[in-house]
Every structure is written in structure tokens, then in C-alpha cells.
């Protein structure tokens, strides 16, 4: 097993230019296979939301919900690199509630850090997180919790204007002491301008090639998400329609009576057996 990394080795990856791998994982079984598979980090994403429980968006997840998903995670990847997502209004309201719920991820669920979304008008939340000792990844671009201000699941930096603020956001969570930075669908010349310039970590989800790692949504990468598959995402299986046949095989077995075969049964020693069918002959013939 490999050595879990630490905020340093994310820096070092950057400066010798080695690519950080990255996924959600909501569970503890995908958090074991993540870790098996030797992946550097792992989000614990509110897109656990639409993923996990059927929401139309992000913007219902709780604090609680995330907080366990989180601990199931950490419990299936000890070894693993892991970040909690702060949930819709966890942060929104004052620097010392965004605080205090950024110190339960570590508190509850023993995360290495926490992200959270916007640049510019988040800085002070994420000084005052820094200054509580806790790692911050800052989240620019689309930031799905904004949804609405920006016109819904729209690429964001298209237009020179655009672009000029996605920069300006990034290089405002640097200075705020942001730790490490994910860009999310936005123009790769904007991506490797930003990568270029901060010294922290920059990441890309739907964002180009141009940065330190890629992150996506486990649920996409698998194939398990069905309502829609953005344009940025390879899928590497596909495991919906191998479970929706497998399912499909076992109810066509049940109810032609070919399962359970008599491998899955558990049957009684042949005394044991003997004995059981004598009593049940006599409570039979003894039934008034």
C-alpha cells in the first residue's frame, strides 16, 4: 500500500509536473476500490445529492448527510487523501459558521480538508478557515451550488470578459491561503493560464488537460449516474446495464425456479435431519 499523501506532496507532484488523480466516492465500498486502485485523492462531493440520493441538484444536501458519507469513506480509504465537500449554506452565512462546520469534517469524520465553491466573494470564509489550521480547496468556474445566478450548468470563461474573472477568482483564493484549487468547466487555455500562474495545486474537472490532475464523479466514470452525462466525462464501464442484467437474469431464474440451485442451499447433517422429520410426523399425527 502506498504512503497516503500530505498537502506537501500535492505541491512537489506540481512542481515536477506528475498529474494527481481524483475522484468522488460516496460509500464505503467505492472509497476501498478508490484506495486499491491507487488513487491520490478523494472528494466526498455533495454531488452525492443527485448521485446517492436522487435530487435534481446539490442544493438539498445537509451537513449531516455529508458528514456521513464522509465517515463511510474514510472507514473504506484510511490510507487515502480524502476532502469533504461543504454542502448549500454550511458557509454562506458568516466566516465563524463556515468555520465551525468546515472543523466538523476533521472533528466527525477525520478528513485532510474541506472544499468549498466560489472565489472572490468567499475569500473571507476561506481565510478564516485557514486561520482555524484546516486545509482549503476553492472551487471556481461553474460551481453547481450557484446554479442559479449563473444561468444554470453553463460553461463558464467563454468570452475574454469572462475568462478575466474566472483569473481573477483564482488568483483571490491564493491570496486568501487557499491550499489547492479546482476549476470546473472552463476553456483549457483558461485552466493552463491559471495553472501556470498560482503556486498552489490546480485541478481540473471539465476544465482541459492543461493543469495538476483531473478530477470526476465516480458515478460517471462507471457509468452508474443514467439522467445525464456531460460532455467532459469518459466513461470506463459501464455498470448500469450490467446490474440491470443481472438483476434482469436473477428474476428470470426465481421465477422459472432455477434459483436457488442446490449449491446455495444449506442443508441439515442427515441425523439431524432424520430426527426433525420424526418430530414434525409426531406433532402431525398428534394435531387435534
Known amino acids: 500500500m502506498a504512503k497516503k499523501k500530505a498537502i506537501h506532496d500535492f505541491y512537489q507532484m506540481k512542481k515536477s509536473k506528475e498529474k494527481v ?3 468522488t ?11 486499491k486502485a491507487g488513487l491520490d485523492m478523494i472528494l466526498v462531493g455533495d454531488s452525492l445529492g443527485m448521485c446517492v440520493y436522487g435530487y435534481k441538484g446539490t442544493i438539498p444536501v445537509t451537513m449531516d448527510q455529508c458528514i456521513l458519507h464522509c465517515d463511510a469513506v474514510r472507514r473504506g480509504a484510511p490510507d487515502t487523501f480524502i476532502v469533504g465537500d461543504m454542502p448549500f449554506m454550511s458557509y454562506q452565512i458568516s466566516d465563524s459558521k463556515a468555520v465551525y462546520n468546515a472543523g466538523r469534517f476533521l472533528k466527525e469524520a477525520d478528513m485532510d480538508a474541506i472544499k468549498l465553491e ?8 476561506i481565510k478564516a478557515i485557514v486561520n482555524a489550521g484546516i486545509l482549503v ?3 471556481i468556474g461553474l460551481t453547481p451550488q450557484s446554479t442559479g445566478i449563473l444561468g444554470g450548468h453553463k460553461v463558464q470563461g467563454r468570452t475574454a470578459r469572462e475568462a478575466e474573472l474566472v483569473v481573477e477568482d483564482a488568483l483571490a483564493i491564493q491570496a486568501a491561503g487557499a491550499h489547492m484549487l479546482l476549476v470546473e468547466a472552463v476553456p ?3 485552466t493552463g493560464y491559471i495553472a501556470q500562474t498560482l503556486s498552489i495545486p490546480v485541478f481540473s474537472i471539465g476544465a482541459g488537460k492543461e493543469c495538476d ?3 470526476l464523479i465516480v458515478s460517471d466514470l462507471i457509468g452508474q449516474f ?3 452525462t456531460p460532455r467532459f466525462v469518459k466513461k470506463y464501464c459501464d455498470v448500469a446495464t450490467i446490474i440491470t442484467d443481472a438483476m434482469k437474469a436473477y428474476c428470470k431464474d426465481v421465477r422459472k425456479g432455477n434459483f436457488p440451485e442446490e449449491q446455495h442451499c444449506y442443508h441439515m447433517p442427515e441425523e439431524e435431519k432424520q430426527i426433525f422429520l420424526t418430530r414434525i410426523q409426531d406433532r402431525t399425527n398428534h394435531r387435534p
Open 137 to 139: 480547496v476553492a472551487h
Open 188 to 190: 483549457p487555455e483558461v
Open 118 to 125: 466560489g472565489g472572490t466573494r468567499v475569500v473571507s470564509r
Open 213 to 215: 490532475g483531473q478530477l
Open 226 to 228: 443514467q439522467a445525464f
Open 25 to 35: 466516492s460516496y460509500d464505503f465500498p467505492t472509497a476501498q476500490f478508490a484506495q
Open 21 to 23: 488523480t481524483w475522484l
